[in-house]
């Protein structure tokens, strides 16, 4: 079975700075989808980035990258220079379309960036 | 419509009674999910649709659960004889398809409380 672990239940950065946002996953599959999304405390469920498990580079998009680590089976969302509107929960999630399974969800760790 | 479109926002309900949950996805998707939250939870997966077939509903948490997917758009998650404990926040989400990326989409939730 697939599972999806985010070990931080909580982050704290100051604005700027550069934080990373830990993920580790689960999956005996070799095809599968890795995204972050992002929940501010409206609740929306906005979709910051994809990366595929065979894309040999790391996903960026503006100031947020994900760093790959297939082997380790890791796919940290880094963000750079923190911006207060940053504050919100953060989800690591996974997917294999190949295999029928839908996206599944971390618990999701907790952001707040300080002035 | 432009986007996820989900009805009620907002629903009380005593326990014991009926409700029954409605999502319009984005015009197009083939693709439609059902997650269920709870306060300040991760997103726990219910069901999705593929068309108006259900690959995989093994997130459903008991037979009171259940959903369905009319002309390949509309679906509608049915809670029967409602208990305290499905109080949360049921999203809905869709995408044009699985896989190589496709980004999914949330609707604003329907949040249920059972007093």
């Known amino acids: 079975a697939q599972k999806i672990t985010q070990t931080q239940p909580g982050m704290f950065v100051q604005e700027k700075e550069a934080v990373t946002l830990d993920c580790t996953y689960d999956?005996?599959?070799?095809?599968?989808?890795l995204f972050w999304y992002k929940q501010p405390s409206s609740g929306e469920m906005i979709f910051l980035i994809y990366?595929?498990?065979?894309?040999?580079q790391n996903a960026t998009e503006g100031r947020y990258s994900l760093n790959f680590q297939k082997a380790r089976k890791s796919a940290n969302l880094v963000i750079s220079a923190s911006q207060l509107g940053d504050s919100a929960m953060y989800f690591c999630a996974m997917d294999n379309p190949w295999a029928g399974t839908a996206l599944i969800f971390g618990k999701g760790t907790t952001l707040s960036v300080s002035s | 419509g432009a986007g996820v479109s989900q009805s009620p926002s907002n629903k009380v309900t005593e326990k014991g009674k009926d409700v029954e949950l409605r999502c319009d996805p984005i015009?197009?998707?083939?693709?439609l999910y059902w997650y269920r939250q709870s306060l300040g939870q991760g997103l726990e997966f219910l069901i999705y649709f593929q068309g108006n077939s259900a690959p995989d509903k093994s997130g459903l948490p008991s037979d009171r659960f259940s959903a369905e997917r009319t002309g390949g758009s509309v679906s509608t998650l049915t809670i029967q004889r409602t208990q305290q404990e499905d109080s949360a926040v049921y999203l809905c989400a869709s995408s044009w398809g699985q896989g190589a990326g496709n980004t999914i989409y949330f609707g604003e939730g329907s949040w249920l409380t059972v007093v």
């Open positions: 990366q595929g498990s065979y894309d040999e």
């Open positions: 015009s197009g998707h083939t693709a």
């Open positions: 999956t005996s599959d070799q095809s599968y989808g």
